[in-house]
């Protein structure tokens, strides 16, 4: 049975770092036809998709939120850890990791090889609140 | 960055109704594109991914279809257990982009 469990912080200070770690069961994270995605849902909103990482060590992030992540992983301890910098209030949100599927390979001029595919299972979710 | 727009943002229909709920890339995507399921208060749950094809355990009133830019998710006899925010999610190339969702309602 595939699992993923978010943890991390409940509450962050604006302009403080958020560090959270997905822990994934079931699957390896050294499985060539996967990876794992990081997505956040602002409260009534809709999901955002944020980063991913592969076992090739192979990742993409967000246009809009690239200067502010960082997604790595240990895949000896079935770990993916995201980092983002900077929190403000309008990144309250509940932040989900998942596995990716991958479905195919193509070619970034800029990032050479990269993959996509579709997200399942899903964890749990973590909810950060950006608070003073 | 590509962009999807899904239509309506919500609807309300009656139990055993036809629901069809469109998404559009703003540029081509093949067939690249998911459906997700998201109860109130739940986590998404994959339903359909390459445009058409169920995963497994969803039941076959879901059907999806679609390629290029248009794609729709049916539902051919709306349940009550259907009432969700359903999105689409294209993933041809980074950034795997969701669309701002459906909610569908009982009427």
């Known amino acids: 049975q595939v699992t993923l469990k978010e943890s991390g912080p409940v509450l962050v200070k604006p302009t403080e770092t958020l560090t959270l770690t997905c822990t994934v069961s079931?699957?390896?994270?050294?499985?060539?036809?996967?990876?794992v995605s990081w997505i956040r849902q602002p409260p009534g909103k809709a999901l955002e998709w944020l980063a991913h990482i592969f076992s090739n060590d192979e990742k993409s992030y967000s246009t809009s939120l690239k200067s502010r992540l960082t997604i790595s992983k240990d895949t000896s301890k079935s770990q993916v850890v995201l980092t983002m910098t900077n929190m403000d209030p309008v990144d309250t949100a509940t932040y989900y990791c998942a596995r990716m599927v991958i479905s195919h390979t193509y070619y970034d001029f800029w990032s050479g090889y990269l993959s996509g595919g579709w997200f399942d299972p899903w964890g749990q979710g973590t909810l950060v609140t950006v608070s003073s | 960055d590509i962009q999807m727009t899904q239509s309506p943002s919500s609807l309300s229909a009656s139990v055993g109704d036809r629901v069809t709920i469109t998404c559009r890339a703003s540029q081509g995507i093949s067939n690249y594109l998911a459906w997700y399921q998201q109860k109130p208060g739940k986590v998404p749950k994959l339903l359909i991914y390459?445009?058409?094809t169920l995963q497994s355990g969803v039941p076959s009133r879901f059907s999806g279809s679609g390629s290029g830019t248009d794609f729709t998710l049916t539902i051919s006899s709306l349940q009550p257990e259907d009432v969700a925010t359903y999105y689409c999610q294209k993933y041809n190339s980074a950034p795997l982009t969701f669309g701002q969702g459906t909610k569908v309602e009982i009427k």
């Open positions: 079931g699957f390896s994270l050294s499985n060539a036809r996967m990876g």
């Open positions: 390459a445009a058409s």
